[in-house]
């Protein structure tokens, strides 16, 4: 094996990957499962975890289902029960459980004023909490071998004021600076081995977003041009452009990264509008 596949080896690495019945895990977990990895879908959906891990299986890689509710860590702990009895193991970690509710956005005929606070705190608990508690419960494992991977999903509403998602921005905001946080304090207590990053999507067309963006007949929504007249590559972003940037930071070859919010957004973040 050469040096550079050495750096990207990934065989028989183990990740655990929550929301796994989503369009972005699901892409991200196919690249890692032909990268060799051993993969763990978790969701609060069974059905959607299964589904994502036959998906998997279909294609020759081992993989698993199992419903987990990322707010609850006796179902954290217990998932994690489960996995080490099969694989032995947890080598990565990719917190990809997250969304919004309409109640925690503000609508054009709307103000701050009409945010809903219940759905806010729902907003925040599940893309921020929902990443603080798998990091806990599977992180514990890394740390206690002195090596791992956490991977969390940032966002562009993170970088600068997006228009109406206030609850997501805001949890997206707080996860980018928990991955910091986390990636310091695992370092200096339990050592250069364990990693924290994340990525920062743009605008990827998903099954939450897709009515917003684009219309019915295929063309772009109101607000759906206004993304792509800030994007400088003039496009949405397709699921699979995420796998690289995963492979990178779960692999060797970033063995010196850590604490980055890596943004994958076709220049979105760069771009000032004029």
């Known amino acids: 094996m050469s040096y550079i596949d050495k750096l990207f080896n990934l065989n028989n690495r183990v990740a655990v990957i929550t ?20 993969l763990v879908f978790l969701d609060i959906n069974m059905e959607a975890a299964q589904a994502t891990a036959k998906t998997i299986q279909d294609l020759g890689g081992q993989a698993l289902g199992l419903r987990t509710n990322v707010l609850e860590t006796t179902a954290l702990e217990a998932s994690r029960s489960l996995i080490l009895k099969q694989y032995g193991t947890i080598d990565l970690l990719l917190n990809a459980a997250g969304g919004n509710m309409p109640g925690a956005t503000i609508s054009p005929d709307s103000t701050v004023f009409d945010l809903k606070i219940d759905d806010l705190d729902k907003v925040s608990d599940l893309n921020f909490k929902g990443t603080v508690l798998p990091s806990m419960v599977f992180g514990k494992v890394m740390a206690d071998k ?68 684009i219309n019915p007949d295929g063309t772009y929504t109101e607000r759906g041009n206004k993304v792509i007249a800030n994007t400088p590559m003039g496009r949405f972003g397709l699921a699979e452009e995420l796998v690289g940037a995963v492979l990178y930071l779960a692999s060797d070859a970033a063995s010196f990264v850590t604490g980055v919010v890596l943004p994958i957004d076709g220049g979105f973040s760069t771009f000032s509008g004029v």
């Open 146 to 213: 002195g090596s791992g991977n956490i991977i969390n999903i940032s966002s562009m509403a993170a970088f600068q004021s997006i228009t109406r998602v206030i609850g997501y921005s805001a949890a997206k905001a707080a996860v980018s600076n928990f991955t910091q946080w986390m990636a310091m304090e695992l370092a200096m207590k339990f050592g250069d081995k364990l990693r924290v990053n994340a990525i920062a999507p743009g605008f990827f067309i998903g099954n939450q977003n897709r009515a917003l963006l």
């Open 19 to 38: 929301g796994g019945g989503g369009v972005l895990a699901a892409a991200i977990g196919k690249g890692l499962s032909q990268a060799g990895m051993k």
